[in-house]
Structures are given as C-alpha cells and as structure tokens.
C-alpha cells in the first residue's frame, strides 16, 4: 500500500495497453510489468491476466482495484474534511438538481450557508434523473436532488435518502381556453402542447395514455414532452406567451398565481405529485459541507411545506354549509292550525 505500485494499477491498468500506461508514468513497458509483479508477489495472488499487449485485471485483480479505489477516495475524503474543518481550504459542493427540485427550497439553503460561509465554492448542474445519475456514480458530482422514481434501477449503487414529496398541478396563461372553467379530464388537456423537463415514469404511463403521439424511453419509461426545458423560467415564459400547459408544485408558481400572470387548470389525480431525494453513490460518504448544506435543506423544506398547505387550502373551493335535517321523532307530527276559529262549546 506504501508504494506507488497500487496506485499505477489502479489509475492504469484499465486502460488496459501497457506502452500507454508506460509512457503516461515515464516507465518502459518492461518497468511497468516488473511493478505488476512486485505487487502481485506482495498480495500472494495474481492480479493480471496477460494477453499479448494488453493488462487485464482477473478476478483477484478487480477485486483489489475497486477496494483501493474506494480506499483511495475516502481517504482524498477525509483530507479534504479536515483541511475544511481547519480553515485551510474552502469549504467546496458539487451536486446535480433537477428542475423542480432547483425551483424550490435550493436557493435559500445555498443562500443561508453562504451567508454563514462567504468562502463556500458551489457547483449546480441541472439535468433529470437518469443524467444525473450518471454523473454522480462517475464521481463528477458529489450528489444530486432530484425525482428518485427511477431510483429503483440502480438499488446497490445509489443511497437514497427522502427529502420531500409536492403535489404538481397543470398551469397555464390566464385567458386559455384551459382556465376558469370546471373539471377538465387529462384528454381535455393534452390537447394543447405539454412544456416540462423529462416526465418520470410514475407520471408519464398516465400521460402518455392521453398522447398517443409521445415519446417513451424504452429503457426508463421517462415520457418526453412537446417542449423538454431544464429551465423553469423559460417552461413559465413559454406557457405565459401561448396556449402550451406545464405543471409545477403550487410553491414554484405562488408568485405568478398572486399577480394574474398564470392560471390554474381544474384537474387533480393522485398520481400527479412530485417526490424528490438525496442521492449519492452507496459506498462514498457525504462531505461535510455537503451534510451541511443537506441539513439546511431539510429545514428549508420544513417550511416550505407549510406555505404550500396553506396555498393548497387558498385554491380549495369553499363548500357551502349543508342545512341541518329535520329531527325524527315517533310521536307524531302537529297538524297545522286551522285559520277559522273552532265553534263554541254547548252548555249541559
């Protein structure tokens, strides 16, 4: 573990040529075999298969590369930890959001830790699920927050902790033809051009039912819409100069709602709620500015939750009181009094 031998296995050998991995280490091939061999001779085990000029690991191989990779990144993790804690580096996240999640509580997180911490460096990467996924398990990002439907597919690479779960609703410009009216069914519309990011599948085998015409990933069951936008703000623009129908959490359009800008379209089904997590690869702990921004996350959403409650009760139409039913009683009920005066009693 001491010498640089592992090290060369690890960030070389699956490249898998040895003249290239050589010459990348300033070694002759000869040099680089020899490394192999002192390694392989101090494990007690061999690690590559030789094949003309290739380095393929075998099974002992592979299985020593990916515990010293996870060796090497935790212990990259665990400088990077206390040269934060000790003010000698800045505090630094990297993680991917998808576009609801990003139009709801990041921004006042992201702004409290800077407020706290103004040498915190962030890097947000928008994009869906599967995307984001990718990048997380490549390590380019730390981790991302985002719709966890399609979470299932990768059950012993990704942790996934729940952060939230909104109800979504469709909106559309005041005026269309859409609002103002009463209960509208999914057909009704769909008519009109859907403008969203990726619809995850959980949402998408409803809608595709009212779209013959739509685009279905094969391999997610993610339904692509008539416009697929990462930016709320240009999905918000698109519905607001036309007759296209988006949906958002009733907290991303609060604002717009309050000044005319969009209007609600009567429908409400069970299935149209967004419900968005933490993930981050399984074997890797979170940073420590990364915990912190999660903490500061959940405390955001804590409240972020009331103000959507009460949203919701706002839009909720008003029931009339019902008239309260006429007692039954067994005895039976007093006629009417008659208007003409009874004749007078006669004397014995």
């Keep these: 573990m001491k010498t640089p031998s592992l090290l060369d296995l690890v960030a070389l050998l699956p490249s898998g040529d040895i003249a290239r991995a050589a010459k990348a280490l300033g070694l002759t091939p000869a040099a680089l075999l020899k490394r192999v061999e002192s390694l392989e001779s101090a494990f007690g085990s061999r690690l590559v298969d030789r094949a003309a000029k290739a380095l393929k690991p075998g099974q002992a191989g592979q299985l020593v590369i990916d515990h010293a990779t996870r060796i090497f990144s935790q212990a990259r993790d665990l400088t990077r930890d206390l040269e934060e804690l000790a003010g000698l580096q800045a505090p630094e996240i990297s993680f991917g959001t998808d576009m609801f999640a990003a139009e ?3 921004g006042i997180a992201l702004g409290r830790m800077a407020t706290v911490n103004s040498r915190l460096r962030v890097r947000a990467v928008l994009g869906d699920f599967e995307e984001l996924s990718r990048a997380v398990l490549a390590g380019r990002l730390e981790f991302a927050i985002a719709d966890t439907t399609s979470a299932e597919r990768h059950p012993t690479r990704l942790a996934i902790e729940p ?31 859907l403008v969203a990011a990726r619809v995850p599948q959980r949402i998408a085998v409803h809608v595709a039912k009212s779209m013959p015409l739509s685009k279905v990933d094969r391999d997610t069951g993610d339904l692509y819409p008539n416009l697929m936008l990462d930016s709320f703000a240009v999905a918000k623009a698109a519905v607001m100069a036309g007759d296209a129908v988006s949906m958002a959490p009733l907290t991303a359009i609060e604002a717009e709602l309050r000044n005319g800008k969009v209007a609600l379209v009567p429908f409400d089904a069970p299935w149209l709620h967004l419900s968005y997590g933490l993930f981050y690869p399984r074997k890797k702990s979170l940073s420590r ?19 959507e409650q009460r949203a919701v009760a706002r839009i909720q139409p008003k029931r009339k009181p019902r008239r ?14 008659k208007s003409r005066r009874a004749p007078p009693r006669r004397g014995r």
């Design 324 to 337: 309260p039913a006429a007692r039954k009683s067994g005895r039976a009920r007093r006629p009417a009094a």
């Design 163 to 193: 952060v939230a779960e909104h109800r979504v609703f469709f909106f559309t410009r005041p005026g269309h033809p859409l609002a103002g009216g009463g209960e509208l069914s999914l057909d009704a519309i769909l008519v009109f051009p």
């Design 104 to 106: 709801l509580p990041l």
């Design 289 to 307: 500015a990364a915990q912190l921004f999660v903490t500061q996350l959940r405390q955001v959403e804590t409240a972020l939750q009331v103000r």
